[in-house]
């Protein structure tokens, strides 16, 4: 199990180094779910592992109330950061956003939270992933509600400006495959 542990640590590392890195930088708003449902799947995958493979031990009322709990705290964490945020319009007319020392405080605070809960309640960090997932999830969704609330209309270029990034994305894709 200690190896599990380890890996979901060194996995959740990286993926935080990478968000929080873009989280600080001025990017433009946009809503994709797709890397943070990989990012939960992994999770319950290393969950399964734990519980099928490494043998972890865990009753299940033990199972709803830290989920339940860990849900709760992944749902105030992410919105704590996402009104963290700073939100404008840049020339453009696209809906930007920026964090800032606060959302890195929540960050900490929060994975802090978490991680001693989990080592506590199964002595490994085994859900650390599920966490990240879905607190990313709900985080992004906030951050686009709040950009949809405050900037109604010119959330409509960002939703064009994503559209078309996908399509010339798999347009490079394919093209890629062309050449093999």
């Known amino acids: 199990m200690q190896n599990l542990s380890y890996t ?10 990478v968000v929080i890195k873009r989280q600080l930088e001025a990017r433009t708003v946009r809503f994709k779910p797709e890397f943070f449902i990989i990012v939960i799947l992994f999770g319950i995958a290393s969950i ?18 830290f989920g339940i ?3 709760i705290s ?4 992410a919105a ?3 009104w963290s945020y700073k939100l404008w ?11 800032n020392w606060m959302t890195i405080v929540w960050w900490i605070i ?18 650390l992933l599920l966490y990240l997932g879905i607190t990313l999830l709900i985080q992004r969704g906030l951050v ?3 950009a949809s609330s405050k900037y109604p209309k010119e959330i409509s270029a960002n939703v064009v400006t994503q559209q078309r990034d996908r399509s010339q994305h798999g347009k490079r894709r394919d093209l890629g495959r062309n050449k093999h």
């Open 110 to 127: 929060g994975i802090g939270m978490h991680v001693a809960v989990d080592q506590i309640w199964n002595k490994s960090s085994v859900t």
């Open 8 to 17: 979901n640590i060194v996995l959740a590392l990286l993926i935080l180094y």
């Open 69 to 71: 709990l860990s849900l």
């Open 89 to 99: 319009l840049d020339d453009d007319g696209l809906v930007m956003r920026e964090g």
């Open 48 to 65: 399964g592992d734990a519980i099928n493979k490494q043998h972890l031990n865990i009753s299940q009322s033990n199972i709803y109330v």
């Open 144 to 146: 686009w509600y709040r």
């Open 74 to 77: 992944a749902a105030i964490f």
């Open 80 to 82: 704590l950061r996402a």
